[in-house]
């Protein structure tokens, strides 16, 4: 009796996962990846709570600990599109009234409320002056949830996102004003020692963090970096 039990709970637990069938036309990857999306408990609360994205939540958790969006605070969201990492940090400066929130991407963005967006290149020479022009000052966080689009080739993809991450560390250094914060998206293993000595050697403080909201079998992790020490000092 009482095994049978176990069992029926067993089976009671695996059936509240919802399949998808692989149906005409759709391959296995696009059946797995709508699996896992319909089985995520974050992009539910995403669409619960009226945010762009589930990546919202990893900005949360990082701040949470960090508590680097501060209230009057000026952010520059690099490759903003969705928009959700621009939601939470424009809640947590209080933008428009007291913090300013600059959203960037080569994509249009729907308008987010306390965020002012601009469809730009952020590797164009212009942008760094633009984007402070904008904010009314140097910017205290810049913010890089952006991702290199994958070829397949390992050594091709691991190159592009070292460049992107290079890149986005750039800009910030162009735009941050001392004691600024820069976080960024990058992968296990896709952080070479020469970007982590350069981010030391221009930040008090380097570390890689991951927040729960990173997919388990993701490779992802967040460097963030705080405590700039300004433009002169950083030249080498």
């Known amino acids: 009796m009482t ?4 069992k029926s709970k067993s089976s009671g637990s695996r059936d509240l996962k919802v399949r998808v069938k692989t149906g005409k036309g759709r391959k296995l990857s696009s059946k797995l990846w709508l699996e896992r999306q319909l089985n995520d408990p974050y992009v539910a609360r995403a669409k619960r709570e009226g945010m762009r994205s589930r990546a919202a939540f990893k900005l949360t958790e990082i701040d949470d600990k960090a508590r680097f969006l501060k209230k009057g605070a000026r952010v520059i969201d690099l490759g903003a599109a969705p928009g959700g990492w621009a939601q939470v940090a424009a809640k947590r400066v ?6 300013r929130v600059i959203g960037i991407d080569l994509l249009d963005i729907d308008p987010v409320p ?4 601009i469809q730009f290149d952020f590797l164009d020479p212009a942008a760094p002056d633009k984007l402070k022009e904008m904010l009314g000052g140097a910017a205290d966080v810049v913010l890089s949830d952006m991702a290199a689009n994958a070829t397949g080739h390992r050594r091709t993809d691991h190159i592009k996102i070292v460049a992107l991450v290079e890149a986005a560390a750039e800009f910030a250094r162009e735009v941050l004003a001392p004691g600024g914060v820069f976080l960024a998206k990058v992968i296990q293993g896709g952080t070479e020692g020469v970007l982590l000595a350069d981010l030391k050697r221009d930040f008090a403080v380097v570390k890689h963090v991951k927040p729960l909201a990173s997919r388990a079998d993701s490779a992802e992790l967040y460097l963030l970096a705080t405590g700039f020490r300004g433009r002169d000092n950083s030249a080498v």
């Open 3 to 6: 095994s049978n039990k176990n």
């Open 94 to 99: 209080h933008a428009p009234a007291q913090g």
């Open 114 to 117: 306390g965020v002012d967006f």
